[in-house]
């Protein structure tokens, strides 16, 4: 079975911008998927039933999201995340799917949204100037998780779980 890819869902006009930037800057013939925060690339896809049933259980109130840096990825650019909560809602799901994890989904969470990836370091270079001097909005809101299945390319959209307001 496929296996299934949950990202950070946020609010329309980070999105939007993040899309625009990625449009931008990422090699189009690579360009599958929209902008993104993957908090894990690869669950088994015969857990999807207890995926989404954690995911809803886990999911609180929309919470901010800052842009704190914008990094190089040596052969790409990406928008460095920072969010206590977004720490904490991935340390609460990861010790639920602690036995499925991939070593890349068990390694240190990074929160980060790629706008380039698999160019050249020269191209990284000047695209990391660029986007240095027009990074998009500094902050976003988290308004839920999403749930994909990875079909070697484009993605595949499940489900959205989204976070509410308690009251």
Do not use: C
């Amino acid at each position: 079975m496929l296996p299934l890819v949950v990202t950070l869902a946020v609010d329309e006009h980070a999105q939007t911008a993040w899309n625009a930037l990625r449009r931008r800057w990422f090699p189009p013939e690579r360009l599958l998927v929209d902008a993104h925060l993957t908090l894990f690339h690869a669950l088994p896809g015969e857990h999807l039933a207890a995926v989404l049933a954690d995911s809803a259980e886990v999911a609180g109130e929309p919470f901010e999201l800052r842009v704190s840096r914008v990094r190089s990825l040596g052969r790409g650019v990406a928008l460095d995340i920072e969010s206590a909560a977004l720490l904490r809602l991935h340390a609460a799901l990861r010790a639920r799917w602690s036995p499925w994890l991939t070593r890349q989904d068990a390694q240190p969470f990074k929160p980060h949204v790629t706008v380039q990836n698999k160019v050249s370091p020269e191209v990284a270079a000047v695209t990391l100037e660029a986007v240095r001097g027009e990074p998009g909005p500094g902050t976003a809101t988290a308004t839920g998780l999403d749930v994909w299945r990875y079909r070697g390319g484009p993605w595949e959209h499940l489900a959205a779980v989204p976070f509410t307001t308690a009251g």
